[in-house]
């Protein structure tokens, strides 16, 4: 079962997300990566297949400063172990990034239709459709896109959304499968598990 952890706060969101994600080790997962809304307002992402340690490995280059970020484990449902499969994925304009637990069940037609408007798909998960739903719906407010993308998404998740215009923002949603939040002073959390919190 994939593993997702969220923050928004006044502490670097980096060390938080993988102190989170090897909380969730025990669940059993083929990759991890993390996402995060960096102080001059890009979208940082690194994923790899295989353990935390690998992604930890692949982060000793570098970690930008970061307030708001997204880490995730994943247990393969759709697409292979691999690196392009692993989350989070980001949509058509590299402005926003998804983390997802659970099953998309109609992501075969959404992929068709977004496929055929023009966005152009970089894996083989269900996860990425959403990413792109997302980013139809946006329009100046991450929630709100959300909200309307999930309207047309079927099936039992749990996922977590940053977008780089909107960096003290971590979105969280729903349905059928477990997300716990997590308040702290001026700090906030998701996850999927409260071990990770």
């Known amino acids: 079962m994939c593993g997702i952890v969220g923050y928004v ?3 670097q969101a980096a060390p938080i997300l993988l102190e989170g994600l090897s909380r969730l080790e025990y669940r059993g ?3 991890a990566g993390i996402a995060l809304v960096t102080a001059a307002g890009d979208l940082f992402i690194e994923k790899r297949a295989g353990k935390i340690a690998v992604l930890r490995e692949a982060l000793t280059e570098g970690t930008p400063a970061s307030t708001a970020g997204l880490g995730h484990t994943r247990w393969a449902t759709h697409g292979r172990p691999n690196d392009l499969n692993a989350h ?5 304009t590299g402005e ?3 983390i997802h637990n659970g099953i998309i069940e109609n992501f075969i037609e959404l992929r068709a239709e977004l496929e055929a408007a023009g966005h152009v798909f970089a894996s083989e998960t269900d996860t990425e459709a959403i990413a792109h739903l997302v980013e ?6 991450i929630s709100e ?3 309307k993308a999930l309207q047309r998404a079927h099936g039992a998740y749990a996922l977590a959304v940053i977008h780089k215009g909107e960096p003290d923002r971590v979105v ?4 059928n499968v477990p997300l716990i939040v997590g308040r702290g002073s ?3 959390f998701l996850a999927s598990d409260v071990a990770a919190v």
């Open 186 to 188: 001026d700090e906030a």
């Open 136 to 141: 139809e719906a946006y329009e100046g407010d």
């Open 9 to 11: 706060g006044h502490q």
């Open 96 to 98: 926003l990034t998804v």
């Open 172 to 175: 969280g949603a729903k349905m």
């Open 145 to 147: 896109a959300v909200r």
């Open 29 to 31: 997962y083929d990759s």
């Open 88 to 92: 989070p994925h980001i949509d058509c």
